[in-house]
């Protein structure tokens, strides 16, 4: 018969305790989501300022959705590139400092575009080993020569770019980019941006930042790793800290006039929706206004830090995201279960997404949760891994 390659591949994928199934969301509000008539506190949620549902917004939307359509009918070199979009921009351009800003349908598209707009068969592109999957297969996809160096082996990088240079020194036209991700998904860790910044300028390569999960949360307005050097290119994704949906690339203007004239994911994908793009510009104002959000997050964080017991195998960071590595597949899956009977909803990472042997739990700390849900999380947790 043929296509028996696809129930193979996922019984094996049963056997090996890496079995994906989706869990249908009946309500989710901040603190707690309710999934099959139960309900949980959540700390797998990306929301992690706790602006979804938040009234402004919402009204921003509804205010959008009257003004501009819901569905904006085209692709921005049609007819689907409105105010909205236009005004949504420029406030992104203010806030990052930079002169260009382009929308995308997401943060996966986004950065398979860029990879291949800047992997040109005369470019050499320095990857961070942790880097994000879509960053990786658009790499890969492109024809640039691409190197990954290990986890924020800032020193490896450096030897593999000297290394290149000597390789070609008549080369007077070498276009080299590193890329990293500001905070990085799984680990939470963050990136060394002043000196990724300060190699980049040294060697007059461009500096792209996946800032997906440091928009928001890092810098005294939320502006990410732009907060922390000068990045050449900045995506960052809005179904996140920003809570609506679709990503932007903030770039210079010869970058951007690239993209509009060759890169096929922005030319042949409609726009998103223009009231998405007005109730992300009150998102937007929020976060730079309300500093308390990225202050309650830094608090909380801390708190589980020295909650959890000696023994569990946290990877600390100051971001939202704190990983409880436990091992193999199995265990994870195990201790997932447990939490869950005990009313806390958090997802077992396994792999491809993580290496062998590295299975964790994901945990994210949002400005929506408080100090009793930490506390019991960190209870839960002590008692369920031994």
Not at 317 to 346: P, Y
Request: charged share 20%; aromatic share 6%; net charge negative.
């Amino acid at each position: 018969m043929a296509f028996n390659y696809l129930t193979d591949d996922v019984e094996q994928q049963k056997q090996r305790a890496r079995y994906r199934a989706r869990q249908c969301v009946i309500e989710q509000s901040g603190r707690y989501v309710k999934i099959n008539d139960k309900n949980y506190v959540n700390f797998s949620s990306n929301d992690y300022l706790g602006l979804n549902h938040h009234p402004e917004i919402n009204q921003a939307l509804a205010i959008g959705a009257d003004k501009f359509g819901t569905c904006a009918s085209g692709s921005s070199l049609i007819t689907g590139y409105s105010y909205a979009h236009q005004a949504l921009e420029h406030d992104i351009c203010d806030w990052l400092n930079k002169p260009k800003c382009l929308l995308f349908a997401s943060g996966f598209s986004a950065n398979t575009a860029l990879m291949q707009a800047l992997g040109h068969k005369s470019s050499h592109l320095y990857l961070d080993k942790l880097s994000h999957a879509s960053l990786i297969d658009g790499a890969l996809s492109s024809e640039a020569k691409v190197k990954r160096f290990l986890h924020n082996d800032i020193e490896q990088l450096q030897r593999l770019i000297s290394k290149n240079q000597q390789a070609e020194p008549h080369d007077d036209e070498l276009n080299q980019v590193i890329v990293s991700e500001g905070v990085f998904s799984m680990d939470g860790d963050q990136a060394d941006v002043a000196n990724l910044a300060k190699i980049a300028k040294q060697h007059q390569a461009l500096l792209y930042l996946d800032d997906a999960h440091s928009i928001g949360v890092i810098g005294k307005k939320g502006q990410g790793s732009s907060s922390l050097a000068d990045i050449d290119v900045v995506m960052a994704t809005l179904g996140k800290s920003i809570a609506t949906s679709g990503a932007f690339v903030a770039c210079d203007k010869n970058l951007a006039d690239y993209l509009i004239n060759f890169s096929r994911h922005y030319i042949y994908s409609t726009a998103i929706s223009p009231a998405l793009a007005w109730a992300t510009k009150k998102s937007i104002e929020i976060i730079q206004a309300e500093h308390w959000r990225r202050e309650k997050i830094n608090e909380l964080s801390k708190l589980l830090t020295e909650k959890l017991s000696q023994k569990i195998q946290l990877i600390e960071n100051s971001s939202s995201i704190h990983a409880i590595v436990i091992g193999d597949e199995t265990s994870t899956l195990d201790v997932c279960q447990q939490l869950r009977n005990k009313g806390i909803w958090l997802t077992a990472i396994r792999p491809p997404t993580v290496p062998f042997n590295s299975s964790r739990l994901r945990v994210t700390i949002t400005a929506s949760h408080e100090v009793n849900d930490i506390n019991y999380l960190a209870s839960c947790v002590n008692e369920v891994i031994q």
